[in-house]
């Protein structure tokens, strides 16, 4: 049985003491930035479109474009007019403040254990820093940035650990794994509750009892994970998406993994198919997109209507030949089917608490209700998102 393990960085495989660490690396950027601009505005804009990224649940805007868009703007300069200077802050200057950090010298080991049962081991980091950054914390706590799946940063993330949805788009990212997962970290509010929302067992390390919200699976310094893990039935650790809030973290992320997952994908490529009778890409895609046009939104649309109604499910198997999905633009169909998403997330939001119990009756399934039906909205998500994942693995693996 293959674990899934998500591992916080902060507090969690490096110490940080974050009073020091964060005014050092602020004053060190508007050092840097003196010559260009004014350091009182610098903070002024870094913290405002931080706050901006904080708050951002839009599945079509990455953090990075979240926090360009604002940070720029409030500046009065181009991105380009700063480009080299932070490429070499992050170069040269950041590396500095490794001083305000410390290895955890039981880290190493563990995750090199880890790897060795042929546990899947990602580094669920708040993207709030670019990819550099978090690559320089890595090393300063003994890793090598390549050895992990995914290390989350603001170029590849749209949403922030305080958000359920960021949950779901890092599973996404790993290809929406079977089997156990289990997320480590030290911090509630951004660590355990959010992902014990998205239905994750959590491991909460240094944890103080006056601070657990008990949700918490298991409990202990960094070094007690491997003993408690080697001594759990990892059956146990089986994620549940079944609620209301997990069902909305899963459709609120599809996009937002569909567009990471295709961002450096040629246009040549998004009609590849591996094997015949396979879909490619932008089949998938376009089938995600008309049914969550024609189908999605048309049963919930009953659903809120009235009570018990009936959910048709029109036959779909059709539409790739008919519609000639493989010659549609894939990148296209992408943002058709995310600006339709965007809709339904919303609705679903501003739906009453009432009615997520409203009883209907399914064309397949039978008697079931308005909770129900949205989950098998988003298991059909997790089943594309999976297909979608295979595809682009083999595709990599053909180019290396």
Same mark, same amino acid.
């Given at each position: ?177 079977? =089997? ?26 240094? =944890?103080?009892? @006056? ?5 918490? @699976?298991?409990?202990? /310094? ?23 809030? @997990? ?104 739906? @009453? ?39 682009? /693995? ?7």
């Amino acid at each position: 049985m293959t674990l899934t393990i998500l591992f916080d960085l902060d507090d969690t495989l490096l110490d940080t003491n974050t009073q020091a660490f964060v005014p050092a690396y602020f004053q060190a950027l508007a050092e840097h930035l003196a010559p260009f601009v004014a350091p009182t505005l610098l903070l002024s804009s870094l913290l405002a479109a931080t706050n901006l990224m904080l708050g951002s649940e839009d599945p079509s805007r990455t953090l990075q474009e979240v926090f360009e868009a604002d940070f720029y703007h409030r500046l009065g300069v181009s991105k380009s007019d700063l480009a080299e200077t932070l490429e070499d802050f992050y170069d040269n200057v950041f590396p500095r403040i490794q001083s305000k950090t410390k290895p955890r010298p039981e880290a190493v080991p563990l995750i090199e254990w880890a790897f060795a049962q042929g546990f899947r081991v990602a580094i669920a980091t708040d993207p709030l820093f670019p990819r550099k950054a978090t690559h320089h914390r890595l090393r300063w706590a003994g890793f090598d940035p390549a050895q992990f799946e995914i290390v989350s940063s603001f170029e590849t993330f749209h949403f922030t650990k305080t958000h359920t949805a960021y949950y779901a788009e890092i599973l996404g990212q790993l290809g929406w794994p079977e =089997g156990p997962v289990l997320m480590v970290g030290n911090d509630a509010e951004r660590d355990l509750i959010p992902a014990s929302r998205l239905g994750l067992k959590t491991y909460f390390i240094d =944890g103080d009892p @006056a601070s657990s919200p008990g949700l918490e @699976a298991g409990r202990g /310094k960094l070094a007690d994970l491997r003993p408690w893990l080697e001594s759990t039935d990892l059956a146990a650790l089986e994620p549940s998406f079944q609620s209301r809030e @997990a069902v909305l973290a899963i459709l609120q992320s599809t996009p937002a993994v569909l567009r990471t997952l295709t961002c450096s994908l040629p246009p040549e490529q998004w009609n590849i198919e591996l094997s015949r009778g396979d879909w490619a890409l932008n089949e998938i895609v376009c089938h995600l997109r008309d049914t969550e046009r024609e189908i999605h939104q048309l049963q919930l649309k009953l659903l809120l209507e009235r009570e018990d109604a009936f959910i048709p499910r029109p036959d779909t198997a059709v539409w790739a030949s008919e519609r000639d999905y493989l010659h549609v633009n894939g990148a296209a169909a992408l943002r058709e089917f995310t600006a339709a998403r965007i809709e339904t997330v919303q609705t679903l939001k501003n739906a @009453a608490e009432t009615v997520w119990a409203r009883r209907a009756r399914h064309a397949i399934f039978g008697p079931t209700n308005f909770l129900e039906v949205c989950g098998f909205m988003a298991d059909h998500d997790r089943m594309h998102i999976q297909q979608a994942w295979k595809i682009l /693995k083999s595709l990599r693996e053909q180019r290396v």
